[in-house]
């Protein structure tokens, strides 16, 4: 490692499998824990230092694990205690971290808890939900509305009031005004962490803390029919309360009770209030709050130039370390939403920049969105919702792992012969039998192969770890400019402004590595003159590297002197 001051955290990469859908060992069509333990190999070789597993405990998967109805098992779809442990040690004896997907908010209606909780107004559990009478007219307490469509509440009528829940009504609200709740959440965290879990991705987190007096939201001005109904209000009772970072806190301070253990929060907000969930130095919060706003940025050169300088310039003033995602299991696939010619040149862009990277299974192979014919859709937000499905479904993005192009992909293993009855729980995307790992490790110049330089490149190279970074501004550095001329007198204006080149530097003692990613099919020219030392480390298109041109859609890597 070239930074030995940093965390692990900081300068690994960290790699999110979606249990599901990497690898089958049983044959039952759902991915599980020895399917991951066999493709350790495979992991330790694209260069990552984390796993972060999507939830994995016992669950009636309502929401596909993501309401938990135990939260110290695991779910026998995926396997057992044991085979966990056996996969922790596997993973440790590659050198990778292991991270598991923690879900505070809610958990599952069958959860003992919740059914103790439903079974009477004054029994112990009741209050570690969230419950209201009906309003005074009948009917739900206020307007909140569920991210999966319709309201947020359901009534249980045994007991005559609502319980509330912002995704399916399977997954009943935690009440973390209730310490008991907090306390046995961060016994939860103690437990894996004893297991030799090394950190935890912490699902919605800025969704913890409810206004305690449960007041309508806003109507938000700018939501149009069509649109999923969670938008039409301002969630100003229900998201990003100030007393969220107290619960976040206590969490915190069980983590540290354990060494080098880490937490990256599930946090979609504007870069200012999504930085203040790192907390401070005295009370410090998440390690990582996730940032999400590359996927949410218009993809060309002025934009994301924007966002990556609005973004390192908020955490140098907060004093926090940067971090970014292109894809997961809530997002249409990256290549799907760039395209397939601008798929390198984002792939450069989340290796490059400055700040931990999360990789989505499969994206290293350019896998793109499956189609899922209406009778295999099985997401409850694309079911619910039928109106806006195409946006909001995620099947698409959590298509099977595609290994090779013998059945199903390989995701089945040996599995998945004619005999067998089973299939995988989501149909392989269409283009297995081109896109795949088999036939992409053959390739030298394949995506995954691409991915694995650039991993390489990065893992060897203190400026791309932790050195910081500038964007470069027209005509600066007569490194490179748009037309012919002289070498140090060329215009640079319509390189960075108009063209669609987003052209960055990352800088450590002793080393500067320039990046060039050009977000238009147009060619631009360069001139990368020998006498400031330049030298090419790697082109996304590399037989046409070397020229001194910066090819459409083209993304390149130089060493330059300084
Ligand atoms: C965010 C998760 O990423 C998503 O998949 C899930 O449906 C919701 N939280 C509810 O847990």
Not at 161 to 168: D, K, R, S, T
Not at 198 to 217: H, I
Not at 268 to 287: K, N, Q
Not at 533 to 543: D, E, K, V, W
Request: with cysteine; net charge negative; charged share 20%.
């Amino acid at each position: 490692m070239t930074s030995p001051d940093l965390k692990w955290w900081q300068s690994g990469i960290i790699y999110q499998i979606y249990p599901r859908s990497f690898q089958d060992s049983s044959g039952d069509g759902v991915g599980d824990l020895r399917g991951v333990t066999s493709r350790l190999g495979y992991l330790r070789s694209l260069g990552i230092g984390a796993i972060w597993l999507s939830p994995i405990f016992p669950s009636p998967m309502k929401d596909f694990g993501y309401d938990v109805a135990d939260y110290k098992d695991i779910d026998p779809l995926f396997g057992t205690l044991d085979d966990f442990d056996e996969l922790v040690r596997g993973a440790h004896e590659q050198g990778l971290k292991i991270m598991l997907d923690f879900v505070p908010n809610h958990s599952s209606d069958e959860h003992p808890w919740f059914l103790e909780a439903r079974s009477s107004r004054d029994n112990p559990k009741r209050d570690w939900y969230i419950w209201r009478d009906p309003s005074p007219e009948g009917g739900v307490p206020n307007n909140w509305k569920s991210f999966f469509g319709g309201d947020a509440w359901t009534l249980d009528p045994s007991t005559g009031q609502y319980y509330l829940h912002q995704f399916v009504s399977g997954q009943p609200e935690l009440n973390w005004a209730n310490p008991e709740v907090r306390r046995e959440m961060a016994e939860t965290l103690r437990f894996w962490m004893r297991r030799g879990v090394d950190g935890f991705r912490v699902d919605v987190f800025w969704l913890l803390g409810k206004d305690p007096e449960f007041r309508d939201e806003p109507r938000n001005a700018e939501w149009r029919p069509g649109q999923p109904i969670h938008n039409s209000l301002e969630h100003i009772y229900t998201q990003d309360l100030p007393v969220t970072h107290e619960y976040i806190r206590e969490l915190r301070s069980a983590l540290d009770e354990f060494d080098d253990r880490m937490m990256v929060g599930e946090i979609y907000l504007p870069i200012e209030r999504l930085l203040t969930y790192a907390g401070t130095p005295d009370a410090p919060e998440c390690h990582l709050p996730f940032n999400f706003h590359l996927i949410l940025t218009p993809w060309n050169a002025a934009d994301v130039r924007k966002l990556v300088d609005d973004y390192d310039a908020a955490v140098t003033a907060a004093n926090t370390w940067p971090n970014w995602v292109l894809g997961n299991h809530d997002q249409h696939r990256f290549a799907t939403r760039v395209g397939k010619a601008q798929y390198r040149v984002a792939q450069t862009l989340l290796l490059t920049l400055r700040g931990t990277p999360t990789v989505y299974y499969g994206d290293e192979i350019g896998m793109e969105d499956g189609y899922i014919p209406p009778e295999r859709v099985v997401d409850p937000a694309a079911l619910n919702q039928p109106e806006v499905a195409a946006s909001a479904g995620r099947d698409p993005e959590r298509t099977p792992m595609q290994w090779d192009a013998t059945a199903y992909a390989g995701f089945m293993g040996s599995a998945a012969d004619a005999s067998s009855p089973a299939e995988p729980w989501l149909p392989l995307a269409q283009n297995f039998a081109a896109v795949n790992v088999a036939a992409q490790e053959a390739d030298p110049a394949s995506d995954l192969n691409y991915f694995r330089a650039l991993t390489r490149l990065r893992a060897e190279s203190a400026a791309l770890v932790s050195g910081s970074y500038r964007s470069l501004n027209a005509g600066e550095g007569a490194l490179i400019h748009s037309g012919p001329g002289s070498l140090t007198g060329g215009s640079y204006q319509n390189v960075q402004a108009g063209s669609g080149v987003f052209a960055f530097l990352r800088e450590a003692a002793g080393e500067r590595v320039l990046v060039l990613l050009n977000f238009g099919a147009e060619d631009v020219q360069l001139s990368l003159p020998e006498r400031v030392g330049a030298s090419l480390l790697l082109s996304s298109q590399p037989q046409g590297a070397g020229a001194e041109v910066l090819r459409g859609n083209e993304a390149q890597l130089w060493r330059v002197g300084s």
